[in-house]
């Protein structure tokens, strides 16, 4: 199973449509406009909220909170390295390993991979693709994706 993460190009702020392998939309995500912090809300194709992203202000490097349901799941925060991106991850009993900088890279539970994460290019604007074995990883794998992307943006934006 697939999902394919488009950015919108010209948006005011951080915008990804999310489709199925058959090109659906099935979910949309959109950041606050007006907002001191990086906040990105996801929401399904009924344009129901289904999860939030939410940066924590006075951490050095790079924290977001990942909630669903208005309860917290997971975080992650960037790790200060020189060369290769590296992240502390608390979410879901997952580890996370790969080229971050190149998007490609794997999530696994335990010793098995459950999901593999890459970045598809030539597009106009990121596209990634999340491909997992489990349906019930889709939501999850969605979350951790679009909260590595923004640690990303926050830390080349400072």
């Not at 392998?21 to 990086?38: D, M, R, W």
């Not at 917290?72 to 979410?91: N, V």
């Not at 098995?112 to 604007?125: P, Q, R, V």
């Not at 889709?138 to 992307?149: F, M, R, S």
């Amino acid at each position: 199973m697939k999902l394919l993460i488009k950015q919108r190009v010209f948006s005011w702020t951080d915008s990804y449509d999310v489709y199925d392998e058959q090109g659906n939309p099935k979910y949309y995500i959109k950041a606050e406009f007006l907002s001191l912090t990086h906040q990105l809300h996801v929401y399904d194709a009924n344009h129901n909220e289904i999860g939030v992203i939410r940066q924590k202000l006075f951490s050095l490097l790079p924290l977001f909170e990942v909630e669903v349901g208005g309860r917290m799941i997971g975080r992650i925060q960037k790790q200060f390295t020189l060369f290769r991106p590296k992240y502390e991850i608390d979410y879901n009993g997952w580890r996370v390993e790969g080229d971050f900088l190149g998007w490609d890279y794997d999530v696994y539970e335990g010793c098995s991979s459950i999901i593999h994460i890459s970045k598809e290019l030539f597009h106009w604007g990121d596209t990634y693709v999340i491909d997992f074995g489990r349906p019930q990883d889709e939501l999850n794998g969605l979350l951790l994706v679009i909260a590595i992307d923004a640690a990303n943006c926050t830390q080349n934006n400072n």
